[in-house]
Nanobody
Framework: VQLQASGGGLVQAGGSLRLSCAAS????????MGWYRQAPGKSRELAAV???????EYADSVKGRFTISRDSAKPAVYLQMNSLKPEDTAVYYC???????????WGQGTLVTVSS
């Protein structure tokens, strides 16, 4: 399976961006699909993820501002990011896990830069 992410860019604080990630190849089984992010000098962390078709998880820092949605038929996930803050600046990585016991498959990352 390959993941193609898009939608990053430069935005002012308070603005919005929408990230998209589509899976191709052998992706008929999807246990989890979502977004992680890595800010400069920091470890990669969860931003938002769909799990097992019906559950979502968000980092506390993005709750109420970010919304993850999905198209299970493709499969694809989207991350609507509103009220962006400079601390949201990071490379955002799409990830997919086919089964609960698998490791994540990672996309190439898309840079989000929020200016103050």
């Amino acid at each position: 399976v390959q993941l193609q992410a898009s939608g990053g860019g430069l935005v002012q604080a308070g603005g919005s961006l929408r990230l998209s990630c589509a899976a191709s190849g052998s992706s008929s089984s999807v246990y989890a699909m979502g977004w992680y992010r890595q800010a400069p000098g920091k470890s990669r962390e969860l931003a938002a993820v769909w799990i097992n078709g019906s559950n979502t998880e968000y980092a506390d820092s993005v709750k109420g501002r970010f919304t993850i949605s999905r198209d299970s038929a493709k499969p694809a996930v989207y991350l609507q990011m509103n009220s962006l803050k400079p601390e949201d600046t990071a490379v955002y990585y799409c990830a997919l896990k086919r089964h609960w016991f698998d490791r994540n498959v990672w996309g190439q990352g898309t840079l989000v830069t929020v200016s103050s």
